[in-house]
């Protein structure tokens, strides 16, 4: 069974500084996407950044960025120039990808907090 | 182009009552998802449905929770009695086959008293 682990539950940064947060997958697949959705105080998930794994190149979108490590199954977000609206949950998922619309499995989150 | 709606995004019942929470997925999209998160945790997923067939409803407890997707478009989860327990978030979620991720609604915050 895919598993999701975020090892963080609580991160605070200095608004304009950089943070990373640290996500670790478990799974036997070779076709998978995995992603970074944030969750703020309106509990609407939103997606950040996705990553095929199949593509070697870092996902990058924005002021978000992401460290690929396939073969440690590792997956990192790091924000930069950090912003008070980064606030949030961020969750850490997983989809295979060889099932179309296959179920995304999530981690248990990091609240990032923003200190002005 | 309209997100995936839910209704309500808050309800308070007392415990044994019935509940039901009601999703409208985005248009076209032909898979909708159920997820249930508990404070503090990610989301868990609780049924998948392919148009009407409910094709991924092994987490989903029966023996309470029931759902439909009668026209392969909304679809309604229900709860029948509800548990002190099932205070939680109810998330929907909806993707088509050319997207590789789900886009979620606000979900309905629930709490059993």
């Known amino acids: 069974a895919q598993t999701v682990t975020q090892s963080q539950p609580e991160m605070s940064v200095q608004e304009a500084e950089t943070v990373t947060l640290s996500c670790t997958y478990d799974?036997?697949?070779?076709?998978?996407?995995l992603f970074w959705y944030k969750q703020p105080p309106s509990r609407q998930m939103i997606l950040v950044i996705r990553q095929e794994a199949y593509k070697q190149q870092n996902a990058t979108e924005n002021r978000f960025s992401v460290n690929f490590q396939k073969a440690a199954k590792s997956f990192s977000l790091k924000i930069s120039d950090s912003q008070l609206g980064d606030a949030a949950m961020y969750f850490c998922?997983?989809?295979?990808?060889?099932?179309?619309?296959?179920?995304?499995?999530f981690g248990k989150g990091t609240r990032l907090h923003i200190l002005p | 182009e309209a997100g995936v709606v839910q209704s309500p995004r808050y309800k308070i019942i007392e415990k044994k009552q019935p509940v039901a929470f009601w999703c409208n997925p985005i248009?076209?999209?032909?898979?909708l998802y159920w997820y249930l998160q508990n404070l503090g945790q990610g989301p868990e997923l609780l049924i998948r449905?392919?148009?009407?067939?409910?094709?991924?409803d092994s987490q989903l407890p029966k023996d309470r929770f029931s759902a439909e997707r009668l026209k392969g478009v909304d679809s309604t989860l229900k709860i029948q009695p509800a548990e002190l327990g099932d205070s939680a978030v109810y998330l929907c979620a909806s993707s088509s086959g050319g997207n590789t991720e789900a886009f979620f609604g606000q979900g309905t915050r629930l709490t059993v008293v």
């Open positions: 799974t036997s697949e070779s076709d998978y996407y």
């Open positions: 248009s076209g999209h032909n898979t």
């Open positions: 449905y392919e148009n009407e067939e409910a094709v991924d």
């Open positions: 998922a997983y989809r295979r990808g060889c099932c179309r619309d296959d179920k995304i499995i």
